[in-house]
C-alpha cells in the first residue's frame, strides 16, 4: 500500500531505534518480544508454531502445521525456520468429528523435510458441508495442540448462515494483534478473510514501520528487509510465533490471498516500489521465493490449474454457499501493469498523484494497462453474471470505488484531486469496464458486494457508475475493512503534526470528512480506529459491523502499543438484496440462524 509522503516518519523511527536498542543491550535480560522471537517455537516442541486450517469447501479443507525435528545429535543447532537444517520427519495427522478424537473421520502420514520449511499441508476431502471438525498432528512422541475447522456451508436447497471476519495490513510492528485475539474467542464465524499484507517485509532499521515505543518489544525477524526465501520464512514463522494469531487460526479456518507486502510494497508484473535491483537481486526472483514461503507457511490450497485460463500461477480461486452467495478471491499483484507515476509525487511504485493532466489522465485510462490479466478479469465477470447466487462477494486486495482525495488532505496544493495509482483508480479501463458490467446485470443475476482491505482505514461504499454531478448510478456496494495494526490516517496526521492525541483526532476527522464530501458515494469513513469488520449474510442483506479500537487519548495516544486493547463494535452498514446502495443498519447483527452440524461421521 501507499500512503502519503511522511518524511519525518522515518527519521524519528530510525533514532528512536538506535536509542531503544542501546538502551535494551544495557539493561540486559530477555524481552517479551526480542530478536529471537521466530525461532522460539522451534525450541518448544515439535508443534511449536501451533496448527491452523484454510480454504473450506463443502468436502474439504486444508489443515497445515509445522513440525520442527529434534537435532540429530547432542549440541547440533536447531532446525529454526529458514536454516535449512533438520532431517526428515514422519508426522501423522487425524481429523475427527470430536474433541477427544473417539469418532475419527480420516488419518494418514506424511514426511516434511527441510524442503518444504518443516512445514505440513494436507488437503482432507471426502469431509460432510457445513459440519465442524477437530484436527492434531502427531510425531517422536508430541501431539500438537487441537485445531477446530469447519466445512463450507455449500449444500443444495439449503440455505445456511454466512458469517466471517474481514482483515487485513497485519504489520507485526506496528502493534499488538488484539483484533486476532478478539476473533479467536468469537463462536460464530465460519470462516476468516485475510484480504492481504498478512505480513510486511521491512526491517529494524531506517525503514522500521509502526510506533517508536514498539521498538525493542516488536521487532522484525529478520532484523533487515526480506529479500530471499530464508528472510519470509523466517517473517512467516516471526507472525505465527505470535501467540493472538496463533490462537485465531487454531479456531477457525482462514481463507487468504497475498497483496504486496508479501513480498514489497506496491509490487507489478516485474517490479515494486521496494525494490531495488541492483542491491536485492532480480525482482522475479525474489518473487518466486516469497511466493514459495507463502505456500509453504498459509494454510492455502492452489486452485486448479489448466481448465480457467490465467498468466503465471493460478492463485485466484472461488467458493460457494448454496445458493446464497459465493466468494470470488482476486489477485491482483502478479500480471499487474507497472503504476503511473509523476515526479515529485511518486518516481516508482505509484501512490497519489493529481488528476487533470493530459497526459497523467491518458495514462490512467490506457486500455493496455491491467490490474488483473485479461483472462482473470473474464473469469470475474462470469462469476458476477451467475444468477444461481444470490449475493456475489469479491475478496479484493486494493479499493475498487474511485476516489478523488483533495489535494489539502495529502499535503498537495489546494484545488487539486488526487487519486492512487495502486488502487483500481490507476487502472481506470478495468475500473469502468467492471463497474459498467456490474450495472448491467439484471437484478436476476443477484448483486456484488466487494470486500477490500489495504487502505489502513473503515470504508462503505456504492459502487457508482456516470458522472457525480449529473448523479450516479450504483452497480453494488464496497465494504473496506480497517488494518489490523498497520499506520492509518490518524497516525498520519500524528506523525506530521506532533501534538495532544485529541488534536491530532480532530485533525483526522476533519479530513476524512473531507475526502467523504468529495465523494458522495462514500456513506462511510474512518481513519482512526483498527480491527476487523465482521460480515453477515442473509437472504435479505449483507450487513457489515465495523469493530475497531477505542478512540486516542491524550493519555493513551496509540492503542496498538497496549497488549490488552481489544476492538469493540464501533458501526454498522448494510446493503438491501436488490438495492445495490449502502445503508445504515439499526445495530450490530446478533445470534446466527442455524450452526454447523456436530454430528457425526458415516465412515
Known sequence: MTTPASPSRRSVLKGAALGAAAAA?????????????????????????????????????????????????????????????????RVRWEVARDRDFHHLVDRGTVVTSPTSDHTVKVDVRGLQPYTRYYY???????????????????????????????????????????????????????????????????????????????????????????????????????????????RAHRRHPWITIFDDHEVANNAWARGAENHTAG????????????????????????????????RGTRFFKRFTYGSL?????LETRQNRSAQVNLAPYTTGGGGFIPTGLPATDAALADPDRHLLE????????????????QWHLVANQVVLAPVRFPGAVLGAPAGTSLVNSDQWDGYQADQRRFLRHLAEQPHRNGDTVVLTGDIHSS???DLPVGEPAA???????????????????????????????????????????AVAAANPWVRYLDGVGHGYTLVDVTPDRVQADYHLTPDPTDDRPDPRIDPTVEPVHARSWQTLAGSRRVTAASGPVGDRSDHPAERRSRR
Not at 61 to 89: F, K, M, N, Q, Y
Not at 284 to 294: D, K, N, P, S, V
Not at 325 to 329: H, K
Open 459 to 461: 470504508w462503505a461504499m
Open 325 to 329: 452467495a459465493d466468494l470470488s478471491v
Open 136 to 246: 492434531r498432528f502427531r510425531a517422536r512422541g508430541e501431539t500438537s495442540p487441537v485445531g477446530r475447522t469447519q466445512t463450507a456451508p455449500d449444500e443444495r436447497r439449503e440455505t445456511h448462515a454466512l458469517r466471517f471476519g474481514l482483515v487485513s495490513c497485519s504489520n507485526y510492528t506496528g502493534g499488538y494483534f488484539g483484533a486476532y485475539r478478539a476473533l479467536a474467542f468469537r463462536d460464530d464465524l465460519d470462516f476468516i478473510l485475510h484480504v492481504g499484507d498478512y505480513l510486511y517485509e521491512y526491517g529494524n532499521g531506517e525503514d522500521r514501520y509502526g510506533p517508536a515505543a514498539l521498538v525493542g518489544e516488536r521487532d522484525s525477524v529478520p532484523a533487515t528487509e526480506t529479500i530471499d526465501l530464508q528472510g519470509y520464512r523466517l517473517r512467516h514463522a516471526l507472525h505465527k510465533a505470535d501467540p493472538d494469531l496463533r
Open 279 to 310: 542491491d536485492e537481486g532480480a525482482f522475479l526472483e525474489r518473487r518466486r521465493q516469497a511466493f514459495q514461503a507463502y505456500l509453504e507457511w498459509m494454510p492455502f490450497r492452489l486452485p486448479e490449474q489448466r481448465h480457467v485460463p490465467h
Open 471 to 513: 448523479g450516479y448510478r450504483s452497480a453494488g456496494v464496497e465494504f473496506v475493512c480497517p488494518s489490523v495494526t498497520s499506520d492509518g490516517f490518524y497516525e498520519l496526521v500524528r506523525s506530521s503534526r506532533p501534538g495532544p492525541a485529541t488534536a491530532t483526532l480532530a485533525t483526522t476527522r476533519g479530513l476524512t470528512t
Open 25 to 89: 543491550a544495557g539493561a540486559g535480560g530477555l524481552r517479551p518480544f526480542d530478536v529471537e522471537a521466530a525461532a522460539a517455537p522451534a525450541r518448544a516442541g515439535v508443534f511449536g508454531y501451533g496448527v491452523a486450517s484454510g480454504d473450506p469447501t463443502a468436502d474439504a479443507v486444508v489443515i497445515w502445521t509445522r513440525a520442527t525435528p529434534p537435532p540429530a545429535r547432542r549440541g547440533d543447532p536447531e532446525a529454526t525456520p529458514g536454516s535449512g537444517r533438520g532431517l526428515p520427519l
Open 374 to 389: 485479461p483472462e482473470q478479469l473474464a473469469w470475474l465477470e462470469d462469476g458476477t453474471a451467475d444468477r444461481r447466487r
